[in-house]
């Protein structure tokens, strides 16, 4: 008798499958393992996995149902998932005081994840003073500078007054992302206040502005 050997699809499908059903029948609800699995089987990630059970649960039972509407979702996101796990030089530090970093400008609404971290979002995160602790460089990806003659001769030893000197003229130097041009500036509590309206065509009920700019990342994104 002929035994098929499964592709890595199914394989994949399959254990998507296990782990789907061993969320929705636990009663008390992991939603780390809840968002991971959701995100593997639409690509989606939600900030707050908590706040959106209902949404989550609603998919992961669908998916157990009908497995192969979810096929092409499946292969897109482990494929997205696999080159972030090969480009992203930056990682969420161990300083990191939040694990969803929303950046929100006049143009755009960019969300950051550990899931979702790439070069250019963590740049961007960077650029802004106040979430660069949440990133960091992994240690062994800085690129390799090349040095001439003459740089590789002053290079070794230098006084401590000149090293000074040179911190301090670093310090000067206004914070700019990886093009050299000054990053986008947030929006103002009126401006997010602004903006929340004009997509839900209400007042918003808060005046924190942290609050406000998720608020517009989930409209955003919707």
């Known amino acids: ?10 394989q994949l499908t399959q254990d998507l499958l ?3 059903k061993a969320v929705v029948s636990s009663q008390k609800k992991d939603y780390t393992e809840m968002g991971k699995v959701h995100r593997a089987i639409t690509g989606t990630h939600y900030g707050c996995t908590p706040c959106n059970e209902s949404r989550i649960l609603y998919t992961l039972n669908s998916f157990i149902n009908q497995p192969e509407r979810f096929a092409l979702r ?3 996101a482990a494929t997205e998932m696999e080159e972030q796990k ?4 930056y990682r969420f530090s161990k300083n990191a005081t939040s694990k969803l970093i929303v950046l929100v400008t006049a143009d755009s ?3 950051v994840t550990p899931d979702n971290l790439t070069d250019e979002k963590a740049e961007a995160v960077l650029a802004h003073k106040q979430y660069a602790h949440n990133i960091e460089r992994i240690p062994g990806t800085e690129p390799e500078q090349e040095l001439t003659d003459d740089e590789d001769e002053t290079e070794t030893g230098t006084d ?4 000074d000197s040179s911190e301090d003229e670093q310090a000067d130097v206004p914070a700019t992302d990886s093009e050299g041009t000054e990053p986008e500036q947030e929006l103002t509590l009126d401006q997010a206040q602004a903006k929340y ?10 005046r ?3 609050t406000l700019l998720k608020a517009i990342a989930e409209h955003e994104s919707k």
Do not use: D, W, Y
Not at 86 to 89: A, E, G, M, R
Not at 160 to 163: P, V, Y
Not at 197 to 206: N, V
């Open 1 to 10: 008798m002929a035994f098929l050997i499964p592709t890595l699809m199914e």
């Open 160 to 163: 401590e007054g000149s090293e």
């Open 18 to 20: 296990e782990r789907a």
């Open 197 to 206: 309206e004009e997509l839900t065509g209400q007042k918003p009920g808060s």
């Open 109 to 111: 609404v960019i969300k």
């Open 86 to 89: 090969q480009t992203s030089n």
């Open 208 to 210: 924190n502005l942290n």
């Open 74 to 76: 499946i292969k897109e």
